[in-house]
């Protein structure tokens, strides 16, 4: 918060500040892009280390964020990642990226996708769904199962699983 760099300005001079300017998710909580990219500016003899290399994503998915981060509305920050792993040049499928008009509709495509994987061959042991908060579990899980297809929630209870929510029912 404002208050808060301002008061650091005159207490100190050995602060550390570590964030993302393209990953101010929370901005209803008062978070924004401005503190960080104002940081060196208001602090100028602050040293500052861009981490900038992906350690852990195939040269395909660093592609398609470079391409997201670079798209998005009322972009930021001007950093680019570089990834440093060399495999998967040619042996990783090309990730995609899709939009849509809200959770459903997202959950029902993804459970489609997955139905046509495993349709394809792959197993269903190799398939899986990552989400950012557990509260999108049931969605997917809905979706999946109108598909006909067998999952399992792993770190964490199944949506229709919780007592409160069988009690609903």
């Known amino acids: 918060p404002p208050g808060m760099i301002a008061a650091l300005e005159k207490l100190r001079d050995d602060v550390t500040v570590v964030g993302d300017a393209n990953q101010t998710i929370y901005s209803f909580t008062g978070a924004s892009p401005r503190y960080l990219l104002d940081f060196s500016r208001r602090f100028p003899e602050a040293a500052v280390v861009r981490l900038e290399r992906d350690y852990r994503s195939t040269p395909q998915v660093v592609s398609l964020a470079n391409r997201v981060i670079a798209a998005a509305r009322g972009r930021m920050a001007g950093s680019k ?24 509709a997202e959950a029902t495509a993804v459970a489609r996708s997955v139905k046509k994987l495993i349709e394809s061959g792959t197993a269903a042991s190799e398939v899986a769904i990552l989400y950012r908060i557990n509260a999108q579990s049931e969605v997917y899980e809905e979706a999946l199962t109108e598909a006909g297809i067998a999952f399992q ?9 919780r007592q409160e929510i069988r009690q609903s029912l």
């Open 81 to 104: 990642l570089h990834e440093t792993i060399g495999w998967g040049e040619t042996t990783q499928p090309e990730p995609s990226f899709s939009e849509y008009p809200d959770e459903v």
């Open 153 to 161: 929630v792993r770190g964490g209870e199944g949506f229709f699983s």
